[in-house]
């Protein structure tokens, strides 16, 4: 579980930030639509989407399309795209069943039209490796169970009812499809709903922290992994946003580390523990170039 340190350490960036986010919306908007691509190239890439960040990147912003790629993926990152910026437009929209299959609707659109916008039923039964979504049958049932206790529950620390939620709508597994980039749009619209930037949960480290922690849950029913992998990456969201909105320079910390004196591996190991305001851009660990003079 998280430890009081990392919970003091969120609740006074989380402060911050939403004193900072309310003198400068116009700012936030365009910092999310230029975190856009990173989203979703790395949410797709988690499915095995063959698209690179820059392929993404020409598909969302210049509007190009190499022959290469199949209609199905460039659909995928178009999408998904567009279901972000309808949440973006709708930050107060409350997390229903209704917004979730809305969201499905979107993301499967001129993919899988005959599934898009719709729970599993009749005989859809669906595998990820060897665990067995819920029955079709009580899925819907199941999906509105988990929407309302999630609703109706405040006693919790926020992280561990988003992971939590996570969790459980990854193994009921709802749709015949895009199960996982519809649960990763929820936690974000989650957050968004308590004031706090989104989380990028990267591809590149799927096999050593997304599925495992989505594994725990499955054999234990514990979420201390996804709470835990969570808090890390809110931190990170929140040095990220706050950097951007304050700092004079953002720098690698490479760079950081260099100028100041720091082995690069304590550098580097301190920004994945969240001990310094670091955070990734493009798979690359930043800082604020002045960050010295804060210590």
Same mark, same amino acid.
């Given at each position: 579980m998280i430890n009081q340190v990392t919970k003091d350490r969120i609740n006074s960036l989380a402060e911050e930030y939403r004193e900072l986010a309310a003198k400068h919306k116009e700012a936030i908007k365009e910092i999310a639509i230029s975190e856009l691509p990173e %989203?979703?190239? =790395?949410?797709?890439?988690?499915?095995?989407? #063959? @698209? #690179? +960040?820059?392929?993404?990147?020409?598909?969302? $912003?210049?509007?190009?399309?190499?022959?290469?790629?199949?209609?199905?993926?460039?659909?995928?990152?178009? =999408? +998904?795209?567009?279901?972000?910026?309808? @949440?973006?437009?709708?930050?107060?929209?409350?997390?229903?069943?209704?917004? $979730?299959? &809305?969201?499905? &609707?979107?993301? +499967?659109?001129?993919?899988?039209?005959?599934?898009?916008?719709?729970?599993?039923?009749?005989?859809?039964?669906?595998?990820?490796? #060897?665990?067995?979504?819920?029955?079709?049958?009580?899925?819907?049932? @199941?999906?509105?169970?988990?929407?309302?206790?999630? =609703?109706? *529950? *405040?006693? &919790?620390?926020?992280?561990?009812?988003?992971?939590?939620?996570?969790?459980?709508?990854?193994?009921?597994?709802?749709?015949?499809?895009?199960?996982?980039?519809?649960?990763?749009?929820?936690?974000?619209?989650?957050?968004? %709903?308590l004031g706090l930037p989104p989380i990028i949960i990267p591809n590149k480290s799927k096999f050593e922290e997304y599925y495992p922690a989505l594994d725990e849950y499955t054999k234990t029913s514990k979420i201390d992994k996804l709470t835990e992998l969570f808090a890390g990456l809110l931190t990170e969201a929140l040095y990220r946003r706050i950097a951007k909105l304050t700092a004079k320079k953002i720098i690698p910390v490479a760079e950081w580390a260099k100028g100041n004196g720091i082995n690069l591996q304590v550098a580097t190991n301190k920004a994945m523990r969240g001990t310094i305001p670091a955070f990734r851009v493009r798979g690359r660990w930043m800082v604020e170039e002045e960050y010295k003079t804060k210590q």
């Open positions: %989203m979703v190239y =790395n949410s797709n890439a988690i499915e095995n989407s #063959t @698209l #690179t +960040l820059e392929d993404t990147e020409d598909i969302l $912003i210049r509007n190009q399309i190499r022959s290469d790629h199949e209609i199905r993926e460039i659909y995928e990152a178009k =999408n +998904l795209a567009n279901a972000i910026e309808y @949440l973006m437009d709708n930050p107060d929209e409350e997390i229903s069943v209704e917004l $979730i299959l &809305k969201l499905h &609707k979107t993301l +499967l659109s001129n993919i899988r039209d005959d599934i898009a916008g719709r729970f599993r039923s009749g005989r859809e039964w669906v595998r990820v490796g #060897t665990h067995i979504g819920a029955n079709p049958e009580f899925v819907n049932g @199941l999906m509105h169970d988990l929407v309302r206790e999630y =609703n109706s *529950d *405040d006693d &919790k620390y926020f992280l561990e009812k988003i992971a939590y939620f996570h969790a459980e709508f990854e193994n009921i597994h709802p749709f015949g499809d895009g199960n996982g980039r519809i649960g990763r749009l929820i936690t974000n619209e989650q957050l968004d %709903m």
